[in-house]
């Protein structure tokens, strides 16, 4: 039965995308579910799979062309097989159409020739794909022996040897050879397209500015290594720090609105709810999946909830719901050893939380030094709306929370 194969319906944010990679070809038959094409919008890549078991007869939107929701992609004809390889599909037809030409060239058939090989060596012959006629027999009356099988097999294998390797295209994973200038030219993804274009449009759009702090990380690492192994054990879940962080800055937004706050157009939107982006890195590019409702998740949720988006943002399976919106964003540059750094703001969000790399480092405490690990830490803000006097005690809220922990259970 004939059917088409259509783009996904995409979301009213996505106005069309991009046939990425076709993973079967025309003529190939597939099972149900199985995996035919990705669609690349500016945010997610859709998956698009094959609705029953059949053979796709024709292909409408190759690779790298721009497709609208809904669009006929490809035919697909269900309850067909795949088409046989086109080599043997031909050789038989052949060898029942001429049967006196195979009679007349006994040279070319082992029939006979396999009937002087013990069962051996017929064994070992169909094992590696040896024909008798590729044999040499040394035995009584030429019969083939399994040493003579074992020659055949190593001069086969010193045969290829001695071929040289194939032709490889040049890469960047090969390095150049001394003095050759070598550049290679590849398309810019939608993704990355979207993320370079939103982060012109923040620069130019806001006046960002961003102030910096630092903390004591040391009462934070105090407390995961006490009750990590109970923590592990009734959540099923590691205690990081980045639970801490997100409780952290809900706290502090709850203190200033501002720093939840966006701009649209010329009005100030103040969110009563807290949904906090977190910047995860991936292969194609950087995405920002948001953990809605914060205030109203506990430590363990919200480590729950980060690492899934991590797992499926490396496998390009976030859904474009779980990207949208957000009131806040928190960006770890540390994990990649970042010591310090000023990250550019999400639109429409007014502000974004830089961590960075703990390290140790002297410290003055009550008149004496200690070596403390310690955090830079930087709020990047749209000083359109968040002055700098909000944004200075945003950050020290943070800190005081991160460095003194029992705040966030005593709520001051």
């Known amino acids: 039965m004939a059917t088409d194969i259509k783009a ?7 106005a069309d995308g991009t046939v990425a990679t076709w993973h079967k070809q025309e003529g190939e038959a597939v099972k149900r579910d199985e995996l035919l094409v990705d669609i690349e919008t500016d945010k997610v890549v859709l998956e698009v799979v094959a609705p029953a078991d059949g053979v796709i007869s024709k292909i409408l939107c190759p690779e790298g062309d721009t497709v609208e929701s809904q ?3 490809a035919n697909f004809e269900a309850g067909a097989s ?9 050789a038989e037809p052949a060898a029942e159409s001429a049967p006196a030409a195979s009679e007349a060239a006994p040279a070319s058939d082992d029939s006979s020739a396999s009937d002087q090989a013990g069962p051996a060596a017929r064994k070992l012959m169909s094992e590696h794909g040896l024909a008798a006629s590729q044999v040499t027999g040394t035995g009584k009356g030429g019969r083939i ?5 074992e020659q055949a097999i190593s001069n086969k294998v010193e045969q290829r040897a001695s071929q040289p390797a194939p032709q490889q295209p040049a890469t960047l994973d090969v390095p150049a050879a001394p003095g050759e200038r070598e550049e290679r030219r590849v398309p810019m993804t939608r993704l990355r397209k979207r993320i370079a274009e939103r982060l012109v449009s923040a620069q130019q759009d806001a006046a960002m500015l961003t102030t910096f702090n630092e903390v004591n990380m040391k009462p934070i690492m ?5 009750y990590q192994p109970e923590f592990e054990k009734a959540h099923g879940v590691r205690l990081g720090f980045m639970g801490f962080f997100t409780r952290a800055c809900v706290e502090a937004l709850k203190r200033f609105p501002a720093v939840n706050a966006s701009i649209d157009a010329d009005d100030i939107v103040y969110h009563g709810y807290y949904d906090v982006g977190v910047a995860v890195s991936t292969d194609r590019g ?11 998740k506990g430590l363990a949720e919200v480590e729950s909830q980060i690492i899934d988006f991590g797992q499926k943002a490396q496998k390009g399976k976030l859904s474009i719901e779980e990207m949208t919106g957000g009131t806040f964003t928190i960006s770890n540059g540390g994990v990649f050893g970042s010591l310090i750094s000023t990250p550019i703001l999400n639109p429409p969000q007014t502000a974004i939380l830089g961590m960075h ?9 009550d008149g004496k030094v200690e070596i403390l690990p310690m955090m830079y830490l930087a709020l990047s803000y749209d000083h359109r709306l968040i002055d700098g006097k909000e944004a200075v005690q945003f950050l020290v809220a943070v800190k005081n929370f991160i460095e003194d922990p029992a705040r966030l259970l005593l709520d001051i």
Do not use: C, H, W, Y
């Open 82 to 90: 795949g088409s046989a390889p086109a080599p043997a599909a031909s």
């Open 8 to 14: 996904p319906q995409f979301p009213e944010s996505v």
């Open 145 to 149: 022996t399994k040493q003579d099988v």
């Open 71 to 73: 669009q006929v992609l």
């Open 357 to 365: 790399k703990i390290q140790e480092r002297p410290m003055a405490v």
């Open 286 to 296: 950087l995405v920002v999946p948001v953990i809605r409702d914060a205030d109203q």
């Open 222 to 226: 105090e407390m995961r290594k006490n």
